[in-house]
């Protein structure tokens, strides 16, 4: 793969990179900037944390600060290597000494943000996710400390920005990528994870299939601002070529040290898919849809015994937590249609998975439970009520899930719904789900239009749950709408390359961004402008509470009775 | 306008039709059938109604039949004059003597859907409603006789096919179009009708605000196999060339009266705007948004007088009640922003159109209430609650709601995931948004964008209210993906064009439709197979039940412990 990179910072939209290349440059009118915090390390030194974000030159002389997830290539001109890697910041960071696992396992010390947390040590991580989401460390550490959050961070990764999931935090959205036996190549698995992160992608999995699966993570793992997340057994069953029956528990085990070494923050691992539980999949309209799923299925069935997961789950735990790597306990038994949603199989599996969720957690492993799938909206809520019950309040990491099954092609869309809902409801992290699903593997705008929908979902959700800072950015933005500020509010916007094509289409010219109207009515007439004299009317006439709108109205509802007017004339109908 | 049309009834794709054409043809592997039924008048004869229907070949053999709103120009090859227009087919049809408008109003005898349901009379259009959703046309009398439901037929529309807009039945969707000041001709506008028609849109609304406002609508009237509404307002604006301090009672009603006569089926009316409500609106973030409602409020201001919408609401009523035209009462102080959402400006006038919705059935005309805006997820059922008990469960049409202000360009989906949760709540009709909201004028391919977007939001509300009918068609759909019967998957979908399209771009060969594999996965591994497999190894070890495979595992459970294997197996830590 080549190592040339092409910098588009003079140009605010960011067009496709050629070969080789990836996208960089800032996002329109934005800056990225750094906030430096000094963290207290536990030896009494101190070390300073640069806290990225995106910020907003707004027309009025202002700036707006973002989240930002981009990394330095959205800086006006980043200095990248991509056979290098981005630098390995954390190498700086304080690692504190090991902590016990767990008052169930004193014996066991590790070094994990959980063992970290529950020991009452703020790490740099921490600090950095508090400052960066507007929290206090403390609380950071601990949501941690009690199992409900979770900091992916491979002590292995050092190239990442610390970012928190769980359900007190701003709702996440991981974008899935990866070549397969059939299409695509690193280098373009590389650009789509620059691309996914530009817009906002909070982790990325790297669900590759195909051929060069090592050589394709370890360019991706390297470069990439936002942990990653894999599924190892993809990987082990490449190894053994596509043939379920020739897995082991060793071959896995090396497949994930591998992986844990090469630096990889999050696993899925399907280790809920029980013997006793595969034949509940029989009655079901789409039966096992999950891939790690049905190659587990697969074994146990064949095999006649339990899941080498299951039986070999603490090892896994204890290698896991060398590194801090963070279980995502995967469903692979979630429904994978409307019919299938809530059922036994699925619960089951669930249940499972919170006595895996107990088990690793006692040897100081992160946890977080992957969900369905497809589920109609009546379904969706009770879906993370069960996960916090019989998973003891872990992070909730749901694939949508898709509200309706007749609209591939569209499946962004039918699993923004059910997204949306689940975040709501309280879900950490949602995966994205692309057009493409069901039909083929997304490209470079599948991706993209993948993640800003499911930046939608993860906004509204918090909105509707209250997070601080959420309504900030819609305020600001439906203000610069009402001030006809269209520059402020295509800014502002999730995708301001997309709002900006849209509105010149209709109204190419510069003049039109500054003009008190746009193409829906027109220039004679405005519904913003009025709103504008009925701001000037109330003030002018001192009505600018409701107490005094009551009043002046009580008066001029006088003047109107007196003029004779009536309100309802009685009208002989023919 | 030309009146030529070409037919792509061979091909399955809908390809754009040259200029002055409309598309037509069947959808992909359907075929539009019709099945008669028979309707007793009133006067003892009888009058066979042909209801509509997409019928799906499905590969297995048979047909999956889906409700359809296309009208003839899905047919194989449909006799069509634009110039004329379609066949006035409820020309043949009775229409019941007058029946009294209400027990209030005994004196005044109306011929409306309202009247005759009060009266125990099933209409024609009832019968054909009945059978087309699968309910008794008893019960659909009774949803309109109550007003919770409304059939939008205007008498002077005789080309439509009756639908029925309320909570009981499914979820129904707006398609808005129109010219305006800027841009657009009376071709496109009707080429839109039928594309949105095509895609499943069961009412437009004629939106048109330039030059030509009588012959565009005439066109797309006489054309449209769906209802058409309008807001008599922005004809009436530009009669007095744009200025609203120049609109009078006078202008506005004959407005009214001219498009009655033309045949709108229904009409909003922004009648709850009062003078003392106006200014509410100046504390908020974005004002007053609704161009209706802004109109009536710069007119309110200017004048210092109650709305003649609301002083003449009863002359009003008693000119739609003479053609059965349905009222949309507009919601002229809807928010327009998160911050707005749910404020006291929205709420008054809520209250006042619960008001007219009384006065309106009291003198027998239909009526149903138009909804929010911008609102945040948790505020929406509060929505939905307030309108049913405030407007006596009239039914309600929602424009959206957006659920974020953040994401211009992707305003159908901000908005889909509002439509669907106030779906669920119980909202009758979702006025569709498209990709341009805020930003310009929807083109053809925005249309179809809304269009499908907004079937998914109501048809996943109609599966979360247990629409009778709803998953039939998901578990089809369903079915077929599990069966790789690739054709079918794309027949039953929403828009089979744009999913076969995605599927073609990754493996477009036609052997790939009918493999047992997909690009996802390749063809070395395939999780559906495995799938399969399960259900065969359930079947043959007789696990085809709960019971049976809690007895299999416990035998198999034996064999596993007396093997020697444990389930965990402790393992030292480093």
């Given at each position: 793969m080549s190592t040339r990179v092409r910098s588009s910072?003079?140009?605010h939209r960011a067009a496709a990179p050629e070969a080789g290349q990836v996208t960089t440059g800032p996002i329109y009118r934005s800056r990225k900037t750094y906030t430096e915090v000094t963290h207290r390390n536990t030896d009494g030194t101190s070390t300073v944390l640069r806290i990225p974000q995106r910020s907003v030159d707004l027309t009025t002389g202002g700036q707006f600060p973002l989240y930002d997830t981009s990394g330095i290539y959205t800086e006006d001109d980043p200095q990248l290597d991509l056979a290098a890697g981005l630098a390995r910041t954390h190498d700086g960071w304080e690692r504190p000494a090991a902590a016990p696992a767990s008052a169930e396992h004193p014996e066991l010390r590790v070094q994990t943000q959980l063992a970290w947390a529950r020991a009452g040590v703020v790490t740099p991580e921490m600090t950095f996710i508090a400052h960066r989401e507007g929290f206090t460390p403390e609380f950071v550490r601990d949501e941690v400390a009690a199992g409900r959050a979770v900091i992916c961070a491979n002590?292995?990764?050092?190239e990442i920005e610390p970012m928190i999931i769980g359900r007190a935090f701003a709702v996440k959205i991981n974008a899935n990528m990866g070549n397969s036996a059939v299409t695509s190549s690193i280098a373009e698995e590389v650009e789509k994870m620059v691309w996914a992160t530009r817009w906002g992608a909070d982790t990325i999995m790297d669900l590759s299939t195909g051929s060069d699966i090592h050589e394709t993570r370890e360019w991706i793992i390297r470069n990439s601002p936002v942990p990653v997340g894999t599924v190892p057994i993809y990987e082990a069953l490449e190894k053994v070529k596509g043939d379920p029956m020739a897995l082991t528990w060793e071959i896995y085990r090396d497949t994930v040290i591998e992986q844990c070494e090469q630096g990889v923050d999050y696993m899925t691992v399907h280790a809920g898919v029980l013997l006793r539980y595969v034949?509940?999949?029989?009655?079901?309209?789409?039966?096992?849809?999950s891939r790690g799923g049905s190659i587990m299925a697969a074994w146990c069935l064949k095999e006649h015994r339990e899941s080498f997961l299951y039986t070999h789950f603490e090892e896994l735990c204890d290698i896991l937590a060398r590194y801090d790597v963070t279980f995502s306990?995967?469903?692979?038994?979630?429904?994978?249609?409307i019919a299938d949603a809530n059922d036994e199989a699925q619960l089951a599996e669930l249940r499972t998975l919170g006595e895996l969720t107990r088990i690793a957690r006692s040897r100081g492993v992160q946890v977080m439970i992957e969900g369905p799938g497809h589920v109609p909206m009546h379904k969706i809520p009770q879906n993370v009520e069960w996960e916090e019950e019989w998973c003891d309040g872990a992070p909730f990491y749901t694939l949508g899930p898709l509200a309706t099954d007749i609209a591939p092609g569209y499946d962004h869309i039918t699993s923004a719904i059910g997204a949306a809902i689940i975040g709501q409801a309280g879900t950490a992290m949602l995966c994205y789900v692309t057009p493409?699903?069901?039909?083929g593997l997304p490209n470079r705008d599948d991706v993209k239009t993948g993640v800003i929908t499911y930046k939608i979902a993860a906004h509204a959700a918090d909105l509707a749950k209250g997070h601080p800072r959420a309504q900030e950015r819609d305020d600001a933005l439906s203000t610069a709408r009402f001030e006809f500020r269209w520059h402020d509010q295509f800014a502002l916007a999730l995708d301001p390359d997309t709002a900006l094509d849209f509105h010149d289409e209709t109204l190419p010219a510069e003049p039109a961004k500054t003009?008190?109207?746009?193409?829906?009515?027109?220039?004679?007439?405005c519904s913003m402008r009025i709103s504008q004299d009925v701001r000037d009317y109330a003030e002018e006439h001192g009505l600018t509470s409701v107490e005094a709108i009551e009043a002046g109205m009580a008066e001029k509802s006088q003047e109107f009775t007196e003029a004779g007017d009536r309100v309802y004339l009685p009208i002989t109908a023919t």
């Open positions: 910072s003079r140009s002590h292995r990764h050092p034949p509940l999949a029989a009655p079901r309209v789409t039966g096992i849809v306990l995967g469903d692979g038994l979630r429904p994978g249609s493409k699903e069901h039909l003009a008190h109207f746009c193409s829906m009515c027109g220039p004679k007439f």
